[in-house]
């Protein structure tokens, strides 16, 4: 099983970034898929989470109506699409199969 992630890098305040993961050695479509954050000197967070087969989206309250999560099993790719970002949103973005990590890509969020 991998995850990569990439996609990352930096933006301004109010600015947008795609992020997008490559899932391998699973059936993908057959699983959830997440990413989450961790900031400098913070614990790892929930962001965002997609269902297997069907629609489901959920989000943190942190990034709800600014983050969409997306998938398309056709390719096995997890996107995050990041609008109206935030100096808080800078953090190393994972994404997640279960106990399986990627190795992350930073987004730093500055002037």
Not at 14 to 21: A, D, I, P, V, Y
Not at 29 to 45: F, H, L, T, V
Not at 69 to 77: F, G, P, Y
Not at 87 to 95: G, S
């Amino acid at each position: 099983v991998q995850v990569m992630e990439s996609g990352g890098g930096l933006v301004q305040p109010g600015g947008s970034l795609r992020l997008s993961c490559a899932a391998s050695g699973f059936t993908f479509s057959d699983y959830a898929m997440r990413w989450y954050r961790q900031a400098p000197g913070k614990e790892r967070e929930f962001v965002a989470a997609i269902g297997a087969n069907d629609p489901s989206t959920y989000y943190a309250d942190s990034v709800k109506g600014r983050f969409t999560i997306a998938r398309d099993n056709d390719k096995n790719m997890v996107y995050l699409e990041m609008n109206s970002l935030k100096p808080e949103d800078t953090a190393v973005y994972y994404c997640n199969r279960n106990s399986y990590w990627g190795q992350g890509t930073q987004v730093t969020v500055s002037s």
